[in-house]
């Protein structure tokens, strides 16, 4: 196990912004987020799709 002592602060939003922006890509990208958590630096989402889209395609622009 790693553990950074420090986060670097990547995101440029955060809370209902930050789910506004998460929930808009997966509208484009017909996925489904079940539980999204954004905070000032760090993002977590649980995401919901077709058994045969690979994950690095959801990540991708």
Known sequence: MFVRKGRKKLLV???????LVLEEMANRSHVAFEAIEVGQDYLHGLVKS???????????P
């Not at 939003?13 to 789910?19: N, R």
């Not at 077709?50 to 991708?60: I, K, S």
């Open 50 to 60: 077709e058994p045969r889209m690979l994950p690095l395609a959801l990540v991708r």
């Open 13 to 19: 939003f955060s809370g209902d912004e930050g789910k």
